[in-house]
């Protein structure tokens, strides 16, 4: 099945300087990369997705690069806010275990001082 | 407010103990989607109901199982409780149970077991 690691575990910046979240994934079948924020003590919520048949996308202050040879992609936050502040799980389509559903990395926090 | 509701929000139970976690989708959404989140494991993704079957199962216990209910309300049951079960458990639901189709999730409801 999928498995997914996420790096940094924790990760503190700036009030507007960048900040990036990468993740691998093992399975090359897998084609729909969502990523989901949840602040502490609420749900997680999408913010943005990608699937593998492009290479970027981008929404506002927010992008989410894909590379299917490596098997990585990235989570991209421009001019950082403190209510970006919150946990990012990134997560990829597993077609083994889970027939189809989503495997969750463990999650980054991020910090954003003001 | 993603429309979908949990209850109860808290639970307090002993080990060997047996209790039993609501959901309600939002309205219109067939698929309900079940995840633990524990401080080290991050979303791990349990069981998969799409209107009233099961769909796909993840990494749930034998000890746990579900159900989605004509309304298409589900129940997670969660039985013979460890100490390791403690999480918070999230549902999520999703209109048609595609991969690509946001899942949106509800409050949680953390469980405790003493």
């Known amino acids: 099945g999928e498995n997914v690691e996420q790096h940094p575990s924790t990760l503190s910046v700036q009030e507007g300087d960048s900040a990036v979240i990468k993740c691998t994934y093992s399975?090359?079948?897998?084609?729909?990369f969502p990523w989901y924020k949840q602040e502490l003590g609420k749900r997680p919520q999408l913010i943005i997705d990608i699937r593998s048949n492009v290479g970027e996308k981008k929404d506002q202050r927010i992008a989410v690069t894909l590379n299917k040879t490596a098997k990585h992609f990235s989570l991209h936050i421009t001019e950082t806010q403190p209510e970006d502040s919150a946990v990012y799980f990134c997560a990829a389509r597993d077609y083994g275990g889970s027939q189809g559903n989503l495997i969750f990395g463990k999650g980054t926090k991020l910090s954003v001082k003001p | 407010d993603s429309g979908v509701t949990q209850t109860p929000k808290h639970l307090i139970t002993a080990t060997g103990q047996r209790v039993t976690l609501r959901c309600s989708p939002r309205s219109g959404d067939l698929s309900v989607y079940w995840y633990q989140q524990s401080l080290d494991q991050g979303l791990q993704f349990l069981i998969q109901?799409?209107?009233?079957?099961?769909?796909a199962k993840g990494n749930i216990l034998e000890r746990f199982s579900a159900q989605q209910f004509p309304d298409l309300h589900s129940e997670l049951n969660l039985s013979s409780l460890e100490l390791g079960d403690s999480a918070l458990y999230f549902c999520a639901s999703s209109s048609d149970g595609k991969v690509y189709n946001e899942q949106f999730f509800g409050p949680g409801t953390r469980l405790t077991v003493l």
């Open positions: 399975d090359s079948a897998s084609n729909y």
């Open positions: 109901y799409y209107n009233g079957e099961e769909r």
